[in-house]
């Protein structure tokens, strides 16, 4: 079983769609993280959620709004998507704040 | 500095070492990682060392760690064609990770 689960893989959409990609995790971690990886390849982290509590939020644009409906699952809802939306994004869970994370596979979302 | 840094290329022969190195930015940082990232796919936790440690070894791979200069190397020991891949090195700050922009390992044979 994949410990980090993102979907979809691949998501291409039209400028001003709203679109949503979601991340579950089953080790029974308690933080979850969204990162944003571009196309130099740098890691970003956008939100970071402790028991289904936003603990970290970088200065990302408000039409980013992470949901957690419960400590295993993490979504990532994205309103009137632009180009530079497009990137690779990955989600990402630890047991604590203390601990190493474990990530998803990415989800490359290209915005046309 | 307030980024994580590392070099961007590294090129090395099979049968090889390679080397590659990282500076971090929060002498307080618990955890310091070394993730890789092959084609296409999620990354992967390759080993980890703990602060209070200068040197760790896990099959072909070194982790040394400089506290005084904020520096982290991962050595790969006979590096092999599947190494092929970047490799991020990421910090533990008290909420997030950090990680450099990733070394991009290329093996030739």
């Known amino acids: 079983d994949t410990a980090v689960s993102q979907t979809p893989k691949y998501l291409v959409t039209q400028m001003g769609n709203d679109k949503s990609i979601k991340c579950e995790q089953n080790?029974?971690?308690?933080?979850m993280y969204w990162y944003k990886q571009d196309s130099k390849k740098f890691l970003k982290i956008m939100f970071s959620?402790?028991?289904?509590?936003?603990?970290i939020n970088e200065t990302v644009p408000n039409r980013f709004s992470p949901k957690s409906p419960d400590k295993a699952h993490l979504n990532l809802h994205i309103n009137s998507l632009e180009l530079g939306d497009s990137a690779v994004y990955f989600c990402?869970?630890?047991?604590?704040?203390?601990?190493?994370?474990?990530f998803g596979q990415g989800t490359r979302l290209t915005v046309v | 500095g307030e980024d994580v840094e590392q070099s961007l290329f590294l090129s090395v022969r099979e049968g090889d070492s390679s080397v590659i190195n990282c500076t971090y930015t929060?002498?307080?940082?618990?955890?310091l990682y070394w993730y890789k990232q092959e084609p296409g796919a999620g990354l992967q936790l390759l080993t980890y060392?703990?602060?209070?440690?200068d040197m760790k070894q896990d099959q072909r791979h070194t982790v040394l760690l400089n506290k005084k200069d904020k520096h982290l190397s991962l050595r790969i020991a006979d590096t092999q064609t599947g190494d092929s891949a970047i490799y991020f090195c990421?910090?533990?700050?008290?909420?997030?990770?950090?990680f450099g922009a990733g070394t991009r390992l290329t093996v030739k044979p």
């Open positions: 990402a869970s630890s047991q604590d704040v203390n601990t190493e994370a474990f």
């Open positions: 080790l029974g971690h308690d933080t």
């Open positions: 959620y402790n028991n289904k509590e936003l603990i």
């Open positions: 929060d002498s307080s940082s618990t955890y």
């Open positions: 060392i703990f602060s209070n440690m």
């Open positions: 990421a910090e533990k700050g008290i909420h997030d990770m950090r």
